[in-house]
């Protein structure tokens, strides 16, 4: 029998894998796609996890995007001072999303173009530096072109990669750990030598062609590349739970289907 | 018996051209926003603003009002990215940008009256390239280097709470109090805009303790300002007003709309900004938002 699913769908399912065997901690997904994946490793196969109303509150069972915690729900407090304490200590893993990433992993959200005087101003650093050097983080990148995962440095490196020329005293970073880079195209990930970056698994109907040419830099090709795991169907069902409001069907233009093969 | 009462306008009088200004609050949530409007209907100018920023500096920059602008983010929240702070980015404004954890430790370090705090936040990026900022190796045994993070001294801070007495104790009930209390204890003088300000007895500290964020010697002023925060959200009391972030927004568009905006909703009494506005009605009944 054949499943129907959005890639939505499948991207949620590939990103919970980020909050796989990290035990007990605060799991963070910025936007519906990776905040639906946390969610859904919690409410599976880490039910541990601690994750919050996306304000300031943490609740004993996931709250989705658009949605409000009941205060039966909640179960502890995070204001942004005792997150910065959690993420300090390292009880923490995120999937955020950057505007611009590079081959060494560093993201950049603050602006494109000269600092001084942007083309385009984004929102800020934000906590992306010390994010990076302190706990575990994955990247989301819904729209996987040259411009996203960009040639040489991103214009403003606002949070830390493998790139030891930026390294205080040459030395890596304490805490920095990059899982993984989920696009509309792949999964990739810096297993490569030094941390390179290359394509773990491809998403159905995908060539790794495809998601070369659309790479600002040279990608890493293994022998064999597996396809990306099309979700469960009880998968699904859980996420429809998780996202009653169905805000997934509008966080990629167009809503695609999963698997590209057909079209 | 101590009265820090005092109105906006002398709040402002009392700062200063040139002065660094700290702003309470985080993005669209519990901004002194009255305190704001107030500066620009004033001469104030060539301020060095410290915020975790939303409107405020949106406001002060659209206003020319900001000379360098110290920031980790100005955003709106459900806007992510704040328009009239990309407007003034994109035309050179001065700025030094921080991880949100070393506005934090900056902040900290002038609390302390410490000229720096270590920090491994910024290894690795672009902000530890900011020239000035230095780094200092451990001298136990792991020798490790780190940013040394300076002080970031304030002349005043600006801070909404919900409740007051004259004598500037405080009480801010809002579910995340964000960093005011560092900001507070990093000025030189502090001054407060209130929901309500009450009788001491009527802040019942005895069960309201935890929501005091700091002591009545910080406090340089009180005013009275209901809805002070307002588009901003000063929850319980009330909620972020987006129907009203969205005409802010758009007012970013062209100079002519910015004109506009600031003719209906800055240079007026404020009581005319809550008729504007929509009301008291509209601003106590607004949605609660989801983040």
């Known amino acids: 029998m054949t499943i129907n699913y959005s890639l939505a769908e499948l991207l949620i399912v590939a ?104 083309k385009v101003a984004l929102v800020g650093a934000r906590g992306f530096p010390g994010n990076s050097i302190h706990h575990p983080n994955s990247f989301f990148v819904p729209t996987h072109n040259t411009r996203t995962l960009v040639k040489g440095e991103v214009d ?16 890596q970073p304490f805490g920095l750990d990059l899982r993984i880079i989920l696009t509309d195209l792949a999964v ?18 995908i060539r790794f062609e495809q998601v070369q040419d659309n790479t600002g830099f040279p990608l890493l090709r293994p022998e064999v590349i ?28 167009g809503d695609p289907p999963g698997d590209r093969r057909a079209s | ?44 100018k060539d301020l060095t603003v410290v915020s975790y920023g939303g409107p405020d500096v949106g406001l002060l920059a659209a206003a020319g009002k900001i000379r360098k602008l110290i920031f980790a983010f100005v955003s709106l929240d459900q806007i992510p990215i704040e328009p009239h702070f990309k407007n003034a980015r994109q035309a050179g404004m001065s700025v030094w940008e921080l991880d949100e954890g070393m506005l934090h430790w900056g902040l900290r370090a002038a609390a302390m009256r410490m000229p720096f705090l270590p920090t491994r936040v910024g290894n690795g990026t672009d902000i530890a390239a900011e020239p000035g900022l230095k780094t200092v190796k451990s001298p136990y045994a792991d020798a490790e280097e780190f940013i040394a993070m300076p002080a970031i001294k304030l002349d005043a801070a600006l801070l909404h709470v919900h409740r007051a007495d004259p004598q500037g104790n405080t009480l801010t009930l809002s579910p995340d109090p964000f960093f005011d209390e560092l900001m507070g204890r990093a000025a030189d003088k502090v001054f407060v805009t209130a929901e309500q300000v009450v009788p ?92």
């Open chain 1, 156 to 171: 403003f490196v606002c949070s830390a990669g493998y790139n030891p020329a930026r390294w205080l005293g040459g030395k």
């Open chain 1, 15 to 118: 990103a919970a894998e980020n909050w796989r065997n990290v035990g007990e901690v605060m799991g963070f997904g910025a936007g519906t796609i990776p905040r639906l994946g946390v969610n859904l490793a919690k409410a599976t196969f880490n039910p541990a996890l601690m994750t919050t109303d996306g304000e300031c509150f943490y609740t004993t069972t996931p709250v989705g995007p658009g949605e409000r915690a009941t205060p039966e729900n909640i179960e502890g407090w995070s204001p942004y001072d005792r997150t910065f304490s959690t993420l300090w200590r390292g009880k923490r893993v995120a999937m955020v999303g950057p505007t611009q990433l590079d081959c060494f992993g560093q993201a950049n959200i603050s602006a494109i173009g000269p600092h001084q005087r942007p």
């Open chain 2, 200 to 291: 001491t007895a009527q802040l019942e500290m005895t069960h309201n303790s935890r929501f005091n964020l700091f002591e009545r010697a910080l406090i340089t002023g009180v005013v009275e300002a209901p809805f002070g925060a307002h588009p901003s959200s000063a929850a319980p009391d009330y909620q972020l007003d987006l129907g009203h972030l969205k005409t802010y927004a758009d007012s970013a568009t062209s100079p002519e709309t910015w004109a506009a905006y600031a003719a209906k909703f800055v240079h007026v009494t404020d009581a005319e900004y809550l008729a504007a506005v929509g009301g008291v009605e509209h601003v106590r009944t607004l949605k609660t938002p989801t983040y």
């Open chain 1, 188 to 205: 990739l990930d810096f297993g490569g030598p030094d941390h390179a970056i290359r394509v773990r698994s491809l998403h159905p109907g």
């Open chain 2, 1 to 44: 018996m101590l009265d820090k009462r005092m109105s906006l306008d002398e709040v402002v009088a009392r700062l200063a051209d040139g002065s660094t200004i700290g702003i309470g609050g985080w993005a669209a949530r519990r901004k002194p926003m009255a305190l704001i409007r107030a500066i620009l209907r004033s001469k104030l």
């Open chain 1, 226 to 253: 597996p396809t990306t795991p099309p979700p469960s169907a009880e998968q699904l069902a859980i996420i429809a739970q998780l996202d009653p409001k169905g805000m997934r069907k509008t966080a990629l233009k």
